[in-house]
């Protein structure tokens, strides 16, 4: 069951494999599998495994948000369980056990109960984030840079440079998630209408993984400037034309392939 390839469709998700999830005993292994599990059900089978005061909030909550949207309902729950913790005598314990929990979606939780601590200061918030950035699990990073991603806006030249060392940092999920964190218009959130303006502060970041030798990185980069491109496709295109003169390297010219896609299409129109 761990070595699975993952369903095309929900459908086809074996019987025993969705089981597990919603017991949250395994991880899931793709989008369809994600998707697929019952997040009440899921809370239910968690909360018998913890000795928590207040579980009824718990309860509460995952019925109100059934009908919402998926991010929603893990902002949600991670919102309710930051309430419960509080509470908690052994919250840095429970904590810990959700962070660590073998599902992904528990740990997606995890993620977001530190997105709801407003008083964490930013590079609390990034320290503290930072192990979800660099999660095994795909599903665990994309909640990192949204967890984070509403914070970072509030002050976007202070917070870029608080995300240079994560460019920089030996862990390609680290650097990824500091530039997909950023994006003008991501995936699934609200854009950053300063950035789709003036994209030009992204720069401090973007130079340092302009050659970078992961591909994963190197698709958010491109998807990055892309973004940028629907609104200042000017920019875009002087970046591009000096990354290729300054970095002839492969994974430069892989970055500029894709970062222009959008105005490749425009252009045969």
Known sequence: M??????????EIPDEV????????????NLVEWLAIDMSVL???ILIELDLADVHRLHITSAVIQNVGIIKRLQGIGEALFHVLKECDNRLSVFEFLANHPSDMVRDWACFTVAADKFLSLPERLQATRRFAGDGNMSVREC?????????????????????????????????CAVEATRPCGVWCKHILALKEHPEPGLIILEEVRSD???????????????ASKTRPDWVINVCNRWQKESSTQATNWIVKHATRTLSKKKKK
């Open 2 to 11: 761990q070595l699975r390839k993952g369903a095309r469709k929900r459908s």
């Open 18 to 29: 969705l089981q597990s999830l919603n017991q949250g005993k395994i991880e899931t292994v």
């Open 43 to 45: 809370l239910k089978n």
């Open 144 to 176: 990192a840079w949204e967890s984070l991603r509403s914070y970072l806006v509030e002050d976007l030249e202070h917070s870029l440079n608080l995300l240079l060392p994560w460019v920089k940092d030996q862990d390609p999920n680290i650097r990824r």
């Open 213 to 227: 030798a992961s591909n994963y990185v190197q698709r958010s980069v491109a998807n990055w400037l892309n973004d």
